[in-house]
């Protein structure tokens, strides 16, 4: 009956009559049914699933041993490794991203070195995945041309002086490679959005370069900074094809030992795995969240 | 504040130019050393001679362009839908639209294996081509929040609304007025989702994985299990493909509707402009 | 006595220069306007003044010390941006204290001054306000506010009230103009808008480009500019070309009346063609004793503004406007029907060049 409806009202194109308005009959929202059907089976539904299984037990009770079970060491271990890891390579990318785009933005260079590190980062930002790890194996693992090269021709040994490709600050070098383009790309906008006349009248004012920095420059960018961090936080959380290629199934961030799980049941209980990727969506949901909230706040001053 | 010579910025740039420069450099070299004393594209032979990568490549290309097809056939009706007659349901559709960058890949494709799994009602993954439209709408549903972006900031620049109301002043009937009016304007900006799309279902790696689908992506690391200089040779080329479709993808985001594709060689008529 | 003068400045960007050997002297206290079309060049003298543009050649003096190497955080300048540029990240209070935080005054006085500020320009009760929760016109008085506490020697108003709507343009121009002369704060105010520099300022520059056309009163630019481009930028004028009879006690014709004209004697000979122009309020409608010439002409338009109708009519041939009283009594004047109207040669400006 309702399909029937939307073809008639909405599909058809024909006018309506007037008096489906003198009846208060709105018939419109049929036109959006497609995407939320498709949303809600192949989108909504599987998530609910998981979050609904969190809270159950093999025979269907309800429980919270599955979240409990969260805490125990390796679990624990497991969360503290991926979020230390996104930490880490959110930092180094918001630091470095800010660092390249107030140099390239604000610190006088040409037009042209700004736009074609833009056009890399649109790029770069999107190069994640196995060719990344491939491109860091070849440039920086035990027989990669960078590493070759210090050591025959500089005569400095990176393996034997500490660095190690696959490792903790190995991956997160790696994942600077699309964090750092990723907060360029996000900062950019902010910093066009320091106003010239900010400065100037701060300057008029008596301010020095660095008390502006200090008091408006830097407060002002804060919300936005933070966001971005947020950001990247979250796209470094939920990165997995990247760290699989580079350290394979042995590495305990959290998306490898839910792939794992998934592939082959390495955890005993798959209701465990519920409570695992409901772990998982609470952390990129609360980032994200967070991401839009700053930024609101952030554009609310940019006016 | 005066103005000096931006040494600091000049370093801070070279920097990270060599951050990005020097592992893309150092792959391509690598990847030209295959064979023993000598430079060579020996890699790269390799690679378009294994029938695997025709394969699995060919099997991805056709997931990723089916993916992009349904993707428009949901998001842009949606989205004229909303613009036009329910702006009141954006807020909701543009939250949904979005989910996909809180929901990772690898807790998505849980979903599915569970929730389409034997016992379920519908099951999917029981046969492989059951298991293929899985695969094609997760790339859909991974490439929701770009395609939603881009047909929404295309509508945008072409004030939707008032053009379906010209349109319908004129006589069109809805359906004409999308075939004729919307759809032309914004196929530029669907154009740029579908290359997005493109650069991430291609390579893509765990929903492949997880349903146990002969893609690229599972290939790909397969490869860099058993290889070491065809592996090098793979990134270039993602990297190279990477960039060609964000400069496919930027050049139908920039277009206007109606721009020509090339510089027009006679210069046109002056325009009037109002003051 | 002169406060802050500026000598022959001259400021050039690549190949194109901006400003071509510019002059002032301005008293102490006294309140001086830029005006101009832009790209004239008098943001950038304001620019200059303020220390953001070094003069390519050229001093700068501010009570009596030369202030053009001098970095714009050491002149005791306050300055007013045509986009308010309040700090977003700061509130009303956190915005007016700014300066004297830089200044390394305690906080019992910032305080004090900050209050001090904010009953000058009646936004007490704003005080915990951030940039965004207020109002064009507030935030531009607030910027004002900022600029005058730390008591600047001079005060420089950057188009302080082009970004704001009509009615509080007009309100906010008697505010800074009233504030202006309580503190007796030396001001420059640069503007492309005549009728608000003609309303606020003791003096006026007329710039174009890039040298300063004329200086002088308002009255003075209105009613005796030197030149065609300021009698032309400053009001409407109507242009009327007349015969020279006797240069000497400047004696012309226009349609074989007589007109004595102000200026005497004229430059141009006996029988030649010279071009004089008069306001709009100068013509008058009907016969009138005190206007020596009388002529026949026929309304074309009328626009009822108010106080005022100006009427648009033909007469000696040229199409000119003409500005007289709304009287409720009296019926409006008719496009089409035919009227008289006088002139007097007093009012009129000689144009030269």
Not at chain 1, 144 to 149: A, I, K, R, S
Request: proline share 5%.
């Amino acid at each position: 009956m309702t399909l029937d409806a939307s073809a008639s009202s909405a599909d058809t194109g024909a006018p309506r009559p007037r008096l489906a308005f003198g009846r208060h009959l709105d018939w419109n929202w049929l036109g959006v049914v497609p995407f939320f059907l498709f949303a809600f089976l192949f989108l909504i539904g599987p998530v609910l699933y998981l979050v609904v299984g969190a809270f159950q037990n093999a025979q269907g009770q309800f429980t919270f041993a599955n979240i409990l079970e969260l805490g125990s060491p390796n679990m624990v271990a497991s969360f503290s490794l991926t979020i230390r890891l996104s930490l880490l390579s959110a930092a180094m990318g918001a630091i470095a991203g800010l660092l390249l785009g107030q140099a390239v933005i604000l610190g006088g260079l040409p037009p042209w070195v700004r736009n074609a590190f833009t056009t890399f980062s649109g790029v770069a930002s999107n190069f994640a995945g196995v060719p990344l790890a491939f491109a860091f194996i070849a440039t920086l693992g035990r027989l990669g041309l960078v590493t070759v090269l210090l050591r025959d021709l500089f005569g400095i040994n990176l393996y034997a002086s500490g660095f190690n490709l696959f490792s903790f600050f190995g991956v997160s070098l790696v994942y600077l490679y699309f964090q750092l383009p990723l907060m360029f790309l996000i900062i950019a906008p902010a910093l066009d959005g320091l106003k010239q006349e900010w400065r100037e009248a701060a300057e008029i004012l008596g301010a020095s370069r660095s008390q502006y920095w200090q008091m408006i420059g830097l407060p002002v960018l804060l919300p936005t900074i933070l966001g971005c961090f947020l950001l990247l936080f979250a796209n470094a959380f939920g990165t997995l094809a990247t760290v699989y290629a580079l350290m394979g199934s042995g590495f305990d961030v959290v998306p490898i030992v839910l792939f794992q799980q998934i592939r082959g049941n390495v955890l005993y209980n798959p209701n465990l795995g519920y409570a695992l990727a409901l772990g998982m969506v609470v952390i990129m949901g609360v980032s994200n969240t967070l991401y839009l909230i700053l930024r609101k706040r952030a554009e609310r001053w940019q006016k | 504040m005066k103005k000096r010579f931006p040494l600091v910025a000049i370093l801070t740039a070279l920097f990270a130019a060599s951050f990005f420069i020097v592992p893309l450099i150092a792959t391509f070299y690598f990847s030209l050393k295959m064979v023993r004393g000598e430079l060579g594209f020996a890699a790269y032979a390799s690679v378009f001679g294994s029938a695997a990568f025709l394969q699995t490549i060919s099997y991805s290309t056709v997931a990723s362009l089916i993916a992009i097809v349904i993707g428009a056939v949901i998001i842009v009706p949606t989205a004229y839908w909303v613009r036009l007659k329910v702006p009141h349901l954006r807020p909701v559709v543009e939250f949904i639209s979005l989910l996909p960058l809180i929901v990772p890949p690898v807790v998505l494709v849980f979903g599915y294996i569970r929730l389409f799994g034997s016992s379920s009602w519908l099951p999917l993954t029981t046969t492989a081509t059951g298991t293929d439209i899985l695969l094609v709408i997760g790339y859909v549903v991974l490439s929701m929040p770009y395609m939603f972006r881009a047909v929404d900031n295309g509508m945008a620049a072409i004030d939707i609304a008032t053009l379906t109301e010209a349109a319908e002043s004129l006589g069109a009937s809805r359906l004409r007025t999308i075939a004729l009016v919307i759809f032309p304007n914004v196929r530029a900006a669907i154009i740029s989702g579908a290359f997005l799309t493109f650069s991430i279902s291609l390579g893509e790696f765990v929903l492949a994985s997880l349903l146990n689908r002969p893609a690229f992506g599972p290939y790909l690391v397969q490869l860099g299990q058993d290889r070491a200089y065809e592996p090098a040779a793979l990134a270039i080329m993602a990297f190279g493909f990477t960039w060609a479709c964000m400069a496919l993808m930027q050049l139908f985001a920039t277009r206007k509707p109606g721009q020509r594709w090339l510089p027009r060689l006679t210069k046109p008529a002056a325009q009037r402009t109002t003051p | 006595m002169t406060f802050l003068s500026i000598s022959n400045a001259v400021k050039t960007f690549g190949s194109n220069t901006v400003v071509k050997g510019f002059d002032l002297a301005v008293d102490k206290g006294e309140f001086v306007s830029f005006l101009g079309p832009s790209g004239c060049g008098k943001t950038t003298v304001l620019r200059m003044i303020a220390g953001f543009e070094r003069p390519t050649s050229g001093r700068i003096m501010i009570d009596g010390r030369d202030v053009t190497d001098i970095a714009p955080n050491k002149r005791r300048i306050g300055m007013v941006f045509q986009a308010y540029a309040l700090f977003p990240n700061m509130n009303v209070a956190g915005n007016i204290g700014f300066g004297l935080k830089i200044a390394g005054m305690g906080r019992a006085e910032i305080d004090a001054r900050v209050q001090e500020m904010l009953d000058l320009i009646g936004l007490s009760h704003l005080a915990e306000r951030f940039p965004y929760e207020m109002s064009g016109g507030q935030q531009q008085r607030v910027a004002l506010a900022r600029a005058l506490a730390p008591k600047p020697q001079v005060l420089l108003l950057d188009e302080p009230l082009s970004a704001l709507d009509a009615k509080i343009r007009v309100s906010l121009r008697s505010e800074i103009r009233e504030i202006q002369r309580r503190l007796g704060i030396t001001t420059v105010f640069v503007t492309h808008d005549q009728e608000e520099a003609m309303s606020i300022s003791d003096r006026i520059v007329v710039m174009n480009g890039g040298r300063a056309d004329q200086i002088g009163t308002p009255s003075e630019i209105y009613n005796r500019p030197t030149t065609r481009f300021v009698a032309n930028f400053v009001g409407t004028l109507n242009t009327f070309d007349v015969t020279v009879v006797d240069p000497g006690r400047g004696h012309v014709s226009l349609e074989d009346q007589a007109l004595m004209l102000h200026a005497s004697p004229l430059s141009a000979k006996a029988g030649e063609t010279l071009s004089i122009a008069l306001r709009p309020e100068a013509l008058r409608l009907g016969r009138c004793d005190t206007h020596e010439a009388t002529l026949p002409a026929r309304i074309e338009d009328v626009h009822f503004m108010g106080s005022i109708i100006r009427l648009r009519v033909m007469m000696a041939g040229v199409s000119v406007s003409l500005d007289t009283f709304n009287r409720p009594d009296m019926p409006t004047p008719l496009p089409g029907s035919m009227i008289e109207v006088s002139l007097s040669g007093k009012q009129a400006i000689v144009l030269r060049g």
